[in-house]
């Protein structure tokens, strides 16, 4: 056990250090973003150009990019405002995009919520300036705080957001997009709490070697240790049975009924229902420094050429860019 915890510490250490590298130095911030799959409401088109893109973030109808300045730029469906309320300004330090709303984390550990508030998503936000890290649902969001506890607000019938969340202030991350939510603690465990259906809950990994979580609300991913991925629930579409195998992964993602993984040496693995072409036009190559798995279609990063990319522990800092404080 004393072995473990070494190396989970060694490694939040290393990821830590060349986070703050990439980060402070500029070496791996001159992205542009790739999109593909369907694009009934622009999301793949209306993409914007540039290179100064750090995070992107895709909801079920509507997307959001963060800039290396701070600023939010935001595209797609905008039924509810989620598009054209998106905040002004710079200082943000992470995105989500829900159904139908927007979430964004501050520097200075604040909250800004907009778009669609039929439950809750947006008045009843939690106040305070100190929040670490967010992560978007479907239709609510989940905030942790800098004593690692949780707080969970929006939607309330699926017992997902509004349901207490797991008592204890020992969580790095949180994750699961549907009636199910994910969150990492510290010892590397994983708790999942909300409805079950496709046993998303029963069938929770055990162990203390994972690194990041995502989920669909149909099916959940988690990332080990090793970089091996596991995934559990429902497998209509394969999102179970045909998660690539090997262990040179960085990082996951999931979208409504697919899901994709980066490679240390940045190519991308996509699997599970291919409606739109978002599994079999997963752009090929590497070199890629982020995911994001959306309705139907995909976003990722890639550096201009020219911008080093390092593998390996380089590439699990990625874990920590989405999270950076």
């Not at 020219?306 to 404080?325: E, F, H, P, S, T």
Request: glycine residues 16%.
């Amino acid at each position: 056990m004393r072995e473990q915890a070494f190396r989970h510490c060694a490694t939040a250490v290393a990821i830590a250090l060349v986070a703050t590298w990439l980060f402070c130095s500029g070496v791996a911030r001159a992205e542009s973003i790739v999109s593909w799959g369907w694009d009934g409401h622009g999301q793949v088109s209306d993409a914007p150009a540039g290179t100064d893109f750090v995070d992107v973030a895709a909801g079920i109808n509507h997307c959001l990019a963060l800039r290396s300045d701070g600023s939010i730029v935001a595209w797609g469906k905008d039924w509810h405002g989620q598009v054209s309320n998106t905040p002004v300004g710079t200082g943000f330090v992470s995105v989500g995009a829900g159904m139908y709303h927007g979430a964004a984390l501050k520097a200075d550990g604040t909250l800004v919520c907009w778009g669609s508030d039929v439950d809750g998503q947006i008045s009843d936000m939690p106040t305070g300036s100190d929040f670490v890290d967010l992560f978007v649902g479907d239709l609510g969001n989940l905030a942790l705080k800098s004593d690692g506890s949780i707080v969970a607000w929006g939607y309330a019938d699926s017992h997902m957001f509004n349901h207490v969340p797991p008592a204890g202030n020992d969580f790095l991350a949180l994750g699961g997009r549907g009636p199910c939510s994910l969150a990492l603690k510290s010892d590397g465990s994983i708790v999942a709490w909300g409805v079950n259906p496709s046993s998303v809950l029963m069938n929770v990994p055990v162990g203390n070697d994972f690194v990041a979580i995502a989920g669909t609300g149909i099916h959940n991913l988690a990332l080990r240790f090793d970089g091996s991925i596991v995934a559990w629930g429902d497998d209509t579409y394969g999102g179970v049975s045909d998660a690539p195998t090997g262990n040179d992964f960085v990082a996951i993602s999931a979208g409504a009924y697919h899901s994709l993984a980066l490679r240390s040496d940045g190519s991308i693995a996509a699997w599970g229902w291919d409606y739109g072409g978002y599994v079999s036009d997963t752009p090929a190559g590497s070199g890629f420094v982020g995911i994001a798995g959306g309705c139907f279609y995909s976003l990722a990063l890639i550096p201009e050429p020219g911008i080093l990319w390092i593998a390996g522990v380089g590439g699990l800092a990625l874990l920590a860019r989405r999270r950076r404080k």
